[in-house]
Every structure is written in structure tokens, then in C-alpha cells.
Nanobody, 124 residues
Framework: QVQLQESGPGLVKPSQTLSLTCTVSGGSITTNYYYWSWIRQPPGKGLEWIGYIVDSYSTYYSPSFKSRTSISRDTSKNQFTLQLSSVTPEDTAVYYC????????????????WGQGTQVTVSS
């Protein structure tokens, strides 16, 4: 069974860079079929798909995040990371990492394997 676990600071100051790591067990992130994804859910809102990495050369970022997002991976640690720069309080959300099939990416349901989520608050 594939398991994913998010880690990172729970509090980030405005204008700083949010950095989160997803550690994967029970499966390899070098399985290039899947989209190793980052998603968030702001309070009272639906899921927002940030982007994904397939391999070291293939990443995708949602247009609304593209200018300030970077997703990378460390195959030696079986981890992938999210960096979101210039954060504002509107970036406060529960952040999830997930392994999603191409058919399920961007849907409103949590299909595939998801981490439990980590709360990130942007505040001074």
C-alpha cells in the first residue's frame, strides 16, 4: 500500500517561501505513469490543484500558481517537494500530496493515494 506523508512548517510569514516535503513509502516515485501531485484546500473552499511532477523533466503547474511554484523530487529519499514563493494570507490552507493517475488529476474527489494533509498558516 502506497503511503504519503507531508512535512514542513505550519506557520509561514507573508512574502516568504513555503516549503513542504512529501515522503512516499510502499511505492517508488520513479514510477513515471503517475502524477505526484500537490493540492490544497483553503478554509471553506474546495480543492485547488497546484501541480505535479512525473519525472525529473516533466512538471506541470496550474496557471494560477505557475509564476511562483516549483515542484522537484529526490529519488534517493523517495520524496518530492513543493516550494511556493511570495506567500500571502490567502495561501493559508491544508496542503496535500498525492499520487494520482492522469485520468483523475484535477477532479473534485480524492482519488488515488493521498497524505493526511498538513495545515499551513500564513501570518505575521
Amino acid at each position: 500500500q502506497v503511503q504519503l506523508q507531508e512535512s514542513g512548517p505550519g506557520l509561514v510569514k507573508p512574502s516568504q517561501t513555503l516549503s513542504l516535503t512529501c515522503t512516499v513509502s510502499g511505492g517508488s516515485i520513479t514510477t513515471n505513469y503517475y502524477y505526484w501531485s500537490w493540492i490544497r484546500q483553503p478554509p471553506g473552499k474546495g480543492l485547488e490543484w497546484i501541480g505535479y511532477i512525473v519525472d525529473s523533466y516533466s512538471t506541470y503547474y496550474s496557471p494560477s500558481f505557475k509564476s511562483r511554484t516549483s515542484i522537484s523530487r529526490d529519488t534517493s529519499k523517495n520524496q518530492f517537494t513543493l516550494q511556493l514563493s511570495s506567500v500571502t494570507p490567502e495561501d493559508t490552507a491544508v496542503y496535500y500530496c498525492a499520487r494520482v493517475s492522469p485520468l483523475h488529476y484535477g477532479l473534485g474527489a480524492r482519488l488515488g493515494y493521498w497524505g493526511q494533509g498538513t495545515q499551513v498558516t500564513v501570518s505575521s
